[in-house]
């Protein structure tokens, strides 16, 4: 029963928009591709503030809810350099961030060493600014295929070079974290097996 609560149905749906979504760029949709991506985003802030309230926290939840942030990041950044919007560059530096994450849990985990893996406040602020630039991407995108728009919405897109720049940044800072907390852990517990 703890599999049907109110946060995981909620991630759920974020996996289902990001597929409507990716599939709307593709269809050259950007309308709705820019309001089903902020309505993923949207269900991403409040579903681990919904599980914390209602106390609703589940195992399934834990892997579903970074999944569904990854599928959700990695169809944002896919479809945006497919359009030529995103660098691909900067395409690759996340998705590789990201794999260097996984590989180094996975890798953590093989040598015996448990883990409890929580984002810190680095990376938080690197998810907020990948969702934005995805976001402005996607405004973008519309404008480029003549959607009009609020002009609340238009205005960010002249700060869109400074978000690229913002996100390659925290990007990479969050990468040599992670790498560093990697190796820290796999040093401590080498020192305790001798």
Excluded at 54 to 72: N, T
Excluded at 163 to 168: D, E, F, K, S, Y
């Amino acid at each position: 029963m703890r599999t049907f609560t109110i946060p995981n149905i909620l991630t759920l749906s974020r996996i289902i928009l990001t597929a409507f979504f990716f599939s709307a760029g593709l269809q050259d949709q950007w309308s709705w591709a820019l309001w089903l991506y902020a309505i993923a985003a949207f269900t991403d802030m409040i579903d681990g503030a919904i599980a914390r309230l209602l106390h609703q926290k589940s195992r399934i939840g834990a892997f579903l809810d970074p999944m569904a942030d990854k599928l959700m990041m990695l169809g944002g950044v896919v479809l945006l350099s497919l359009q030529g919007i995103l660098p691909w560059w900067l395409m690759a530096l996340i998705i590789g961030r990201d794999m260097l994450i996984v590989f180094g849990v996975f890798f953590i985990q093989y040598r015996g060493i448990e883990i409890r893996f929580r984002p810190t406040l680095l990376s938080k602020g690197t998810t907020f600014c990948q969702i934005l630039t995805i976001v402005v991407g996607l405004i973008v995108a519309a404008m480029w295929h003549g959607v009009s728009l609020p002009i609340f919405l238009t205005f960010s897109v002249g700060y869109y070079p400074w978000i690229l720049g913002a996100t390659a940044i925290m990007t990479l800072i969050t990468a040599v974290q992670y790498t560093t907390i990697g190796v820290r852990l796999l040093r401590n517990y080498d020192e305790q097996d001798i």
